[in-house]
């Protein structure tokens, strides 16, 4: 197959949502319709039970499992879907924001009794970042929910996007009916099975049409013509191009659970979604269908094992065809890497590719030449961007108990620093190690895996900080005299650049008033 076909074929995304909204349960229907698994049960959530929250160990054997779904592809209709997950737990945000990186576009799955949570809010900042086109799926409608109307204005008013109904959902709870699609003009009614994967539509064009009536009764009927004429006059015709640009996010309504809805919204996937697309590095635009290949590192997972040292790190294709066992240029290092074993993710098995195209994802087993955000290509010295990071929220001094272990505790920070795990960054008066998480659990898996793989005993000091900006100015002696004044509160982050450490969002606010040419970023690119 040529490689446009290879790349017309892909579709990579992910499922976003807060905690028990119904991701896992959306992705394990996908699987079933995708042909990729059999039987229910067969995708274990990646969520933390309460039980085992504090219990990291517990947690990274969790973590460990969800290496085997951390990217999932089948196939349907023809197109390959490679559906990658994002970790439940919320401490690690930022494995989910690095995700949402490699992907193409996103479905976000809300609780219709919830409406949109505060998580979900938070993964949405990130693609508007990349303007990264969304699907929205509102599930749980067996349960009574939220009215619709106002479910669609807090998605619009909460997650700063406008929204389209592409389904309407008809009674909702238990007198459920069933949802029309506005789009094909299919009524689907609903039947509460945990099984069955039929997809029985009836096609009403005509909402007069007296089928509707015979299949929900003339109240309901009544009703969802009221709905469909409101929704028709209120929200514009759906544009996919204006959902390409992120700029409007379809809606469906449905039951994950009940395995009603799901199809439906596939259906409409496949056709609307975007296939891989054109990423910038620092100097071009690279396009997926050029010859050389190139790609992106946006995740590390460690094994756990301290006798073997070696970590599987996932690498976005972006360009051209990937093969095992050719030698290409890590962008950053000195000398071509050759990757031997490397794994693609199809449903829940891992096996040895050897070769993959834009779109795919692959897992390299490295002994630790990789970091997040490297750039491997086939010979070109080009940085692909959108990989920052974020302004931690929990920020923790350093403290070495083994002076004799300096070394090694240096190496295991620089090493747990490019996996991902946390951020560090040293202040420039003193040489302080400050390390920023979004989550308490990092500090004991950062405090245990020092010791276990390197041999160094830390401790972590809390520190009374509210946020890590970054900092530029196109005024050099303006960037100069802030350094020098502020100097007891600038730190350098692992790559070197220039941040500053703020003890307190009234006083940021101050410091950003009194310093006007200074710019001040929450995230590392900018
Ligand atoms: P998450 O990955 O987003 O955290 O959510 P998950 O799919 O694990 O779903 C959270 C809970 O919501 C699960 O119940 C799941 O069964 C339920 N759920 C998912 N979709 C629907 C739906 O359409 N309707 C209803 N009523 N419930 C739904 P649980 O009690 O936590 O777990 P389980 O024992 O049922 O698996």
């Excluded at 790349?7 to 992705?27: E, N, V």
């Excluded at 009215?147 to 592409?166: A, C, M, T």
């Excluded at 996937?269 to 620092?282: L, M, Q, V």
């Excluded at 970091?371 to 990989?387: C, H, S, V, Y």
Aim: with cysteine; proline share 4%; charged share 30%.
């Amino acid at each position: 197959m040529s490689l446009t076909k290879e790349i017309q074929k892909r579709r990579t995304f992910a499922i976003i949502a807060h905690p028990d909204a119904g991701k896992t349960t959306l992705t394990e229907k996908l699987l079933l319709f995708g042909g990729a698994i059999k039987t229910a049960g067969a995708v274990k959530s990646n969520k933390i039970d309460t039980a085992t929250k504090s219990d990291w160990m517990e947690i990274e054997k969790q973590r460990g499992i969800s290496v085997a779904t951390s990217v999932m592809g089948f196939e349907y209709k023809e197109i390959k879907i490679n559906l990658l997950d994002t970790p439940g737990h919320q401490d690690f945000a930022e494995d989910t924001y690095r995700t949402l990186t490699a992907v193409d576009s996103v479905i976000m799955v809300i609780d219709c009794v919830k409406g949109v949570e505060i998580q979900t809010e938070k993964l949405m900042e990130v693609c508007r970042m990349r303007n990264t086109p969304v699907i929205c799926f509102i599930n749980k409608l067996d349960r009574e929910g939220r009215d619709p109307y106002d479910l669609l204005d807090e998605v619009e008013e909460k997650l700063n996007i406008k929204v389209r109904p592409l389904s309407w959902p008809i009674g909702m709870g238990k007198s459920f009916k069933g949802v029309y699609n506005l789009y094909d003009k299919k009524l689907n009614l609903y039947t509460p099975s945990q099984r069955q994967l039929s997809d029985d539509r009836l096609e009403i064009k005509d909402l007069e049409d007296s089928k509707l009536v015979d299949k929900i009764g003339p109240n309901y009927a009544e009703q969802l013509r009221e709905d469909v004429e409101l929704i028709e006059g209120v929200y514009p015709d759906f544009d996919p191009k204006e959902y390409l640009e992120g700029k409007v996010a379809p809606v469906f309504f449905g039951s994950a659970v009940n395995n009603f809805g799901v199809n439906e919204m596939l259906d409409t996937f496949i056709k609307i979604a975007p296939g891989p697309k054109s990423r910038n590095t620092e100097d071009r635009e690279v396009v997926p269908d050029e010859k050389n290949f190139s790609g992106f590192v946006f995740k590390i997972h460690a094994n756990m094992d301290p006798n073997h040292r070696n970590r599987i790190a996932f690498l976005r294709i972006c360009s051209g065809k990937f093969e095992r066992n050719k030698p290409y240029n890590q962008v950053r290092g000195t000398k071509p890497l050759r990757f031997s074993n490397v794994t693609s993710f199809m449903a829940q098995d891992k096996e040895i590719v050897d070769e993959a195209f834009p779109g795919d994802i692959v897992g390299l087993y490295d002994t630790g030449n990789l970091k997040i955000g490297d750039t491997l290509t086939d010979g070109e010295n080009m940085t692909f961007k959108g990989i920052p990071s974020f302004s931690p929220e929990i920020f923790r001094e350093v403290i070495n108990k083994d002076a004799m272990k300096t070394k090694q505790m240096e190496k295991g920070l620089k090493q747990l620093m490019e996996e991902g795990v946390a951020q560090l960054f040293t202040f420039e008066m003193g040489s302080r190690k400050v390390i920023g998480t979004v989550g308490q659990l990092q500090f004991e898996v950062i405090q245990f895996r020092l010791k276990n793989e390197y041999n160094a005993t830390v401790e972590f000091s809390p520190m009374n900080l509210y946020k890590a900006c970054w900092i530029s100015s196109t005024d050099k002696k303006a960037l100069d005299e802030f350094v020098r004044s502020k100097n007891r509160h600038i730190a350098r982050d692992k790559e070197g650049k220039l941040v500053f450490m703020a003890e307190s969002k009234s006083w940021l606010q101050m410091v950003q008033d009194n310093y006007p040419d200074i710019e001040f970023h929450f995230t590392s690119e900018f």
